[in-house]
């Protein structure tokens, strides 16, 4: 296991000979190289949200949204030792070609576990879930697959953004995140808690926004009560980019930049990404700060680079070779995690397809044939990218004939130097005629939703309006429809819209997401049968976003599933599967730390995965949750028509609640779980067809 101790002492041994000049110095995300000393330059910016990021070619796997849907720690944690085995891989050529730049460091700012709190995020493709337990779990997991459990850390992990932080980006400089202490507590900080306590992740990225008054990268009560306090964190912490000139050019905490480094430095963040650490040796001049806090920092980041073994020629993973980049065996995994991240919300009996009922597919759709539309933001390079269209003319060869028109542009009705949108609308509609079957894939990219400021998102904030389509695919839509050919849709995504239109007029919908560079040969699979679907919602699909309360407001009354008191169209945890299953029985043991949930699954139909789904409810205490929570959950495989029993970690936190002052304890006797293939409001049961399982439990 790794010695941070003994990581510390030889940081402490190494800064001490550092003058206050050079330790400054190392406190800038593009920290200089001090020569005299034998410390080679390092670049602490480094991306691997769903692959190694931004530094030519990765194996690229779905987008963190889409791998949430797996409800799997195993394989999210597989993946994340894949993408920390390439990462280390890519950093051993970089350093032996002498490339000490931006993306090829040893420090990844993944995973997001922010909340994914309301669908119009466009960010919200980076995170797992708007549950915290899910999240909890699927970060702990991804953080463990990075950092690995060797002598050195395999790369360096980071927790982001911390915290309360979800929208809207176009605010996100000037914004002031206000909760209560029970929304804070029950909500926002879980998912961090765990990352920080079980997944011992090495650093925490501040968001840009203010939380309850105090900007996040200088924050005394998340950053030093909180974080460094109440949980004991060791690691270093990272500023968003360009964050703390955020503190006096938007929230005007401060009124200078030295007083800004000033005040982040103080409140424990260890590195800048941006250039307001220019000014800390002002600041010192002026006795905003003390050569102790800027020597505080510098040991903890060394204490960071002697855990990655940077400076220990005989680090095992020096030896990993540039071969295992895109290596069969990895090109495996991210087509095993696309398929079973696609999830299927509707089935009328179309799927799946038969080739030999059916002599010509119809493929229609902008996302059809678009690689953006298989990549999701914060992504790497693929040598081979497979659309749906691809992978559909793949599967089919020449046992049918596959025609193809786009339809329409993304989401303008105009493009310049194009034909106008009816004549394309008049070819989709005469490929539909021609076809037996039409797959119809529509959706968005990470230039419709993601980061702030892309020239094609109207608010150019990257942030949705609202749940709808863009116009002319809605338009699309409606002339397919009009055919009365029966219709297959794939929605490709990294959010929940609203697909009311399709689940009334079309035969079939799927959810697609962002699936990563070969995503399009999953669901041609899919779509013929060669495996079951099994994804389940991380996220609850609306009706309309005019259901929801403004994208402003932080308070998680009428959010998400535990507090969402409407209707919704596809639940959280829902997704089918061909053939039914359901859990047939379940009972309840205590064990230490928690319960242990034995469940009976039972399948009918052909071979398929599916998930257990285990969820609590509070039959007494006034500080309960609106309706339910998830506290376990559990894949499971079915060879054909068969029964299996799983046996579900619920934790003693499961049993608690928070009150209105930030307290989380135990405040009744008596709780009612759910165990099922989804929850066990009356949608998903209509959904379904099944009832889960109600066990009682008593304190």
């Not at 995994?333 to 999830?343: D, F, G, N």
């Not at 239109?501 to 779509?527: C, M, N």
């Not at 039972?602 to 509070?618: C, L, N």
Request: net charge negative; proline share 4%; with cysteine.
């Amino acid at each position: 296991m790794r010695d941070r101790k003994k990581a510390r002492e030889k940081a402490k041994a190494l800064v001490a000979q550092m003058t206050i000049e050079e330790r400054a110095a190392q406190l800038k995300y593009d920290a200089p190289a001090i020569e005299r000393l034998g410390i080679p330059a390092y670049n602490w910016w480094n991306e691997a949200l769903h692959g190694v990021a931004r530094a030519g070619t990765a194996t690229m796997f779905p987008q963190p949204v889409a791998m949430a849907s797996m409800f799997d720690e195993a394989i999210v944690q597989k993946i994340g030792d894949v993408v920390a085995t390439e990462a280390r891989a890519k950093y051993n050529e970089a350093v032996k070609h002498g490339d000490h730049d931006i993306y090829k460091g040893l420090t990844f700012w993944s995973p997001n576990i922010n909340l994914f709190r309301d669908p119009r995020w466009g960010r919200g493709q980076e995170t797992y879930s708007e549950d915290p337990y899910l999240t909890a779990r699927l970060g702990v997991a991804y953080i463990h697959g990075l950092q690995g459990d060797g002598e050195y850390l395999k790369v360096a992990a980071c927790a982001k953004h911390f915290a309360v932080h979800s929208g809207p980006e176009a605010l996100r400089h000037e914004f002031d995140a206000e909760v209560s202490l029970k929304d804070l507590w029950e909500t926002y900080l879980p998912a961090f808690e765990a990352a920080v306590r079980e997944g011992g992740v090495e650093a925490v990225m501040g968001a840009y926004n203010r939380t309850l008054g105090e900007p996040c990268c200088g924050s005394d009560l998340l950053m030093r009560q909180i974080l460094r306090g109440k949980w004991g964190f060791e690691g270093h912490y990272v500023s968003d980019c360009w964050a703390i000139a955020d503190f006096h050019n938007h929230h005007h905490v401060t009124a200078t930049a030295p007083e800004s480094a000033a005040l982040a430095l103080k409140m424990g963040c260890d590195v800048n990404c941006g250039n307001t650490y220019l000014h800390l040796l002002q600041a010192l001049k002026a006795g905003l700060i003390t050569e102790e806090d800027i020597t505080t920092a510098a040991e903890r980041l060394f204490t960071t680079r002697f855990l990655l073994g940077e400076f220990d020629d005989d680090c095992a993973y020096n030896a990993i070779p540039y071969e295992v980049v895109e290596c069969p065996e990895h090109l495996a995994l991210s087509e095993e995690a696309a398929r079973r991240s696609v999830v299927l919300l509707k089935n009328d009996g179309i799927l799946p397809l038969h080739l030999e009922k059916i002599k010509t597919i119809g493929v229609i759709g902008p996302n059809a044939n678009d690689r953006m539309a298989l990549i999701g933001n914060y992504h790497g390079t693929a040598s081979r990218y497979i659309t749906v269209l691809e992978g559909i003319q793949d599967f089919v060869g020449d046992k049918a004939r596959v025609l193809y028109a786009e339809g329409c542009h993304l989401y303008r009705d105009r493009v310049e130097g194009l034909a106008q949108p009816g004549d394309r609308l008049a070819e989709a509609q005469t490929v539909a005629e021609h076809s037996d079957v039409v797959v119809l894939v529509v959706g968005l990219n990470e230039n419709l939703e993601g980061e702030e400021m892309h020239e094609s998102n109207a608010g150019g904030s990257g942030d949705k309006a609202d749940l709808r389509l863009p116009a002319p695919q809605r338009k699309l839509m409606e002339a397919v429809a009009d055919t009365g050919k029966p219709v297959v849709l794939i929605n490709m995504t990294g959010s929940a819209m609203d697909l009311r239109f399709a689940d009334t007029h079309f035969s079939a919908v799927v959810q697609g997401w962002y699936p990563g560079a070969r995503g399009g040969k999953a669901i041609a699979e899919l779509l013929f049968g060669q495996y079951a679907p099994s994804g389940k919602l991380p996220v609850t699909f609306y009706n309309s976003a005019d259901d929801l309360p403004a994208f402003t407001d932080y308070a998680m009354a009428n959010r998400t599933y535990r507090y969402f008191k409407g209707d919704v169209l596809y639940p959280f945890g829902f997704g089918l599967t061909y053939g039914k299953t359901a859990v047939t029985d379940a009972s309840v043991r205590k064990v230490e730390g928690g319960w242990l949930v034995a469940a009976t699954a039972t399948h009918e139909g052909p071979a398929a995965d599916d998930v257990v789904e285990v969820y609590i409810r509070d039959n007494e205490s006034a500080f309960a949750v609106s309706n339910h929570s998830l506290c376990g959950f559990h894949p499971v495989s079915f060879a054909g028509a068969e029964s299996k029993t799983v046996e579900i970690f619920v934790p003693d936190t499961a049993v608690t609640v928070v009150d209105d002052c930030g307290v989380r304890r135990v405040d009744s006797h008596s709780f009612t779980l759910f165990v099922g293939i989804s929850q066990p409001d009356a949608r998903s049961c209509a959904l379904t067809g099944t009832q889960p399982v109600a066990v009682e439990l008593h304190l």
